[in-house]
């Protein structure tokens, strides 16, 4: 071949490769989770709370457990406590988001109960409530009410 066909065939071969348009990197999309906590209860020494945590129209509640204080010094170390809880959720004015009842064992370290929630409209208001009872204490619920703001 010949300079100048060797120039036409590069030139033509640049030229089908600009032709074909880039591939479109995947979309990237970031859901951002906002938390929303109601005031804290305190029980027999313990601190509850509810709270509920929002990704777009997802709503997911979970009620916490903790210490209210830390223990006294020289006291004796904290007991295992077996704890009734109950959280639920709802859509105010509409469907429930469920309910779950069980047992939990504290001892010192804060734990979670979680197992509620779903996909709710936007702009729909949430209600979540737990509670935690023990003999010889009686439920004494936390609420929480967020809005859905998607």
């Known amino acids: 071949m ?16 600009l032709a074909v348009p880039a591939q479109a990197g995947a979309a990237t999309t970031t859901t951002t ?21 929002i990704t777009g129209d997802g709503v997911q509640f979970y009620g916490q457990v903790s210490l209210a204080g830390p223990p ?5 170390a904290p007991q295992t ?14 469907a429930s988001l469920g309910s779950s009842s069980g047992r939990t064992l504290f001892t010192a370290s804060t734990v979670q109960v979680r197992g509620v ?7 729909s ?10 003999y010889p204490w009686n439920p004494a619920p936390v609420t929480v009410d967020a809005v859905v703001a998607c």
């Open 2 to 17: 010949n300079r100048i066909a060797l120039l036409a065939a590069g030139a033509a071969g640049a030229a089908a490769l």
């Open 117 to 123: 929630g779903g996909a709710v409209p936007c702009g």
């Open 72 to 76: 006294s010094p020289g006291g004796p």
């Open 33 to 53: 989770t906002t938390t929303t906590c109601g005031a804290s209860g305190l029980q027999a020494g313990l601190m509850t709370k509810v709270c509920a945590e």
């Open 125 to 134: 208001t949430v209600h979540g409530s737990f509670s935690v009872a023990s």
């Open 81 to 94: 406590k077996e704890l009734l809880t109950g959280l639920s959720g709802e859509i105010v004015g509409g």
